[in-house]
């Protein structure tokens, strides 16, 4: 079973659009999908299901020992759980918990001073986490671009700049675009034909890159 935790420093990052596309991309790919609301907050994943009623399920789990709680409620049921997160700084505890036992770690980044900046904030976490981790070692992590505008040169600098960092930066990366930016509360339909859709089959080939 994967477990992809989406995960940043702070708010209004597209945590929780980039987890509901994702989710909704393993979905529509025929995976057996959990969405795990570990926020709780406003426009969450939870709230999003209800209004959207979208047609795979998700509970709310906004405590700080998800690692604890989450394998006795998914048991076998699930291929993939998907895991919404508060932002870190408020919520440090909560997003250590969901690192425990995420095999993938999805950083949503727009290609930005600002976002980049937090980059070292989150890497500091998941290199922490290891040693409370049943294998030792740090979650799979990658970096997804989101709001990325068309031509602009910052995609190619950050995405760059993250790669000398010795971070993987998926090669899927997410526009500025109305579709994403209005899609709470939405459906979501024809997920897989969209960069989000791209971003999780990548996640799928770095799980079977390292069972290799
Ligand atoms: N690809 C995109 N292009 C343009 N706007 C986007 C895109 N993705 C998300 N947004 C917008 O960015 C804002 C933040 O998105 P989102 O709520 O997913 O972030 P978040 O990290 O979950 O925030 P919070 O920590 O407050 O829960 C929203 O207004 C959303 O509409
Ligand atoms: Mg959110």
Redesign the pocket.
Known sequence: MLVIA?V?L???????????HLAAAFHEAGMKVLGVDA?G????LQSWQEAADLPWPVITLAVSNVHKQLPGIVGDKYDVVVI?T??MKAQRGTVYSVLRIATHVVI?MAPTPVEYDRLAAVRELIDEVAGDREDGQPPIHAVLL??VKPRAASTTVYRQLVTNDGVTVLKAQ???????????GDPMTGVLDTSYGEAAMELLDLEAAVKA
């Open positions: 989406v940043n702070k708010g209004g990052s597209t945590k929780t659009t980039t987890a509901g926020d907050e406003n426009e969450s919404d508060p932002p949503p989101t709001r997410v526009g500025a675009l109305e579709r994403f930016a209005q899609s709470w």
